[in-house]
């Protein structure tokens, strides 16, 4: 029996063991006969041979040098010190009651609430000052220019200006005291008219106002650094039903736009905008663009608005590749929406047919029968 077994034990070995363990003792006697082999280890045993392990010498590994700490400044956290960190949830924040006493910028004795609604009214008084005399200013200049200008409309001759003053106002009259020669109002027209981009499935908020540049760049002005999208939409199509044309915003109030646009923040500045917007669209000649250069630039459109311009009024979105997540998402859409209309046109003009259009034939001589044949025509 092999590796010293016996009956009883080699009989509780599986088939596999038992032929491995034969093959095992055919091995090593072949070793023994070639002196390649001394020590036999029981396979069977579940510790492995130690022989190489043992042969090993102890390898001792070299001690770090210690890192030498820097020297103590004095200051220790509390978490090192022990001390047990404060509880800061139980304090309360505790308001001025309403009796207590304030100043006034007079001197005079007033309660905190009334002190607090007063500054508030001061600043809001403040901002709508601001705003209304730089209002009066434009306003100013804007008479000015227009001074001496009649606004009779019955002349078949101004039909294109005709058109303009229904579309956007008188205030487009402004336009006629620039030059002593006569106004193309047809250009004038036609520069402000839109080339509305096609909607896209993202159902942006400029998508909305594309077919008016006026009203597209008011929008833009408006809904920048708000992130809430039922507040910029109330807000702007409530402005636009009070103020339709560039013409009504230039005759607005600052009090009666601040209650409007009030929710979007920043007041003093986008209600600049709308006037700067609002002017440079009626006075500008002779044809209306946006950019960001001198001559093109409008207070408050920055390179979002001027991107948006050119996207969703002058339908340029698939050549451009604006920095705005939104507008280079829609760029994209365009460029895919464009290609497959490209495809489309090009699949229906190949398969169109010309009307009464006689099929081509060639000529053939056919064998009818035996001995007889014909010259036919054959449709290719």
Request: aromatic fraction near 8%; charged fraction near 25%; include cysteine.
């Amino acid at each position: 029996m092999p590796f010293n077994l016996t009956d009883a034990e080699y009989a509780q070995l599986s088939e596999y063991e038992q032929k491995r363990l034969a093959n095992i003792a055919r091995n090593t006697s072949v070793l023994k006969k070639l002196g390649l082999k001394k020590i036999q280890p029981n396979p069977l045993s579940s510790t492995p041979s130690s022989s190489k392990s043992s042969a090993r010498s102890p390898v001792t590994r070299k001690k770090r040098a210690a890192i030498a700490k820097p020297a103590s400044t004095g200051r220790r956290s509390k978490r090192l010190k022990g001390v047990k960190p404060v509880d800061y949830t139980s304090e309360k924040v505790v308001l001025p009651a309403a009796e207590t006493v304030c100043k006034n910028e007079h001197g005079e004795p007033v309660s905190y609430q009334e002190r607090q609604a007063q500054v508030k009214k001061e600043t809001t008084e403040s901002t709508l000052a601001k705003s209304l005399a730089w209002l009066q200013e434009s306003r100013a200049q804007f008479i000015e220019e227009m001074g001496g200008v009649k606004l009779e409309v019955s002349d078949e001759a101004h039909m294109w200006r005709h058109r303009a003053i229904q579309r956007w106002g008188t205030g487009v009259c402004v336009v006629e005291n620039h030059d002593e020669q006569s106004v193309d109002w047809e250009q004038y027209v036609l520069s402000r008219m839109s080339t509305p981009s096609p909607e896209s499935p993202m159902g942006l908020l400029q998508e909305r106002y594309a077919s008016c540049p006026w009203r597209l760049l008011i929008a833009c002005c408006l809904m920048s650094r708000v992130s809430s999208a039922s507040v910029k939409e109330k807000a702007i199509s409530t402005f636009f039903s009070a103020y339709a044309t560039p013409t009504d915003a230039m005759n607005a109030e600052p009090e009666d736009v601040l209650s409007i646009i009030a929710p979007l923040g920043l007041f003093e500045n986008r209600f600049k905008s709308i006037i700067s917007i609002s002017q440079q669209f009626l006075s500008m000649h002779p044809t209306f663009e946006v950019g960001m250069t001198k001559e093109l630039k409008i207070y408050g459109c920055g390179q979002f608005t001027v991107d948006s311009f050119y996207i969703f009024a002058r339908d340029q979105g698939g050549s451009m590749m604006p920095g705005d997540k939104n507008l280079a998402a829609y760029c994209r859409w365009r460029r895919t929406a464009s290609k497959r209309e490209d495809d489309d046109s090009s699949s229906a003009s190949r398969s169109r047919k010309e009307p009464n259009a006689q099929p081509m034939t060639v000529k053939s001589e056919v064998q009818l029968c035996v001995g007889t044949s014909a010259v036919v025509e054959i449709p290719i």
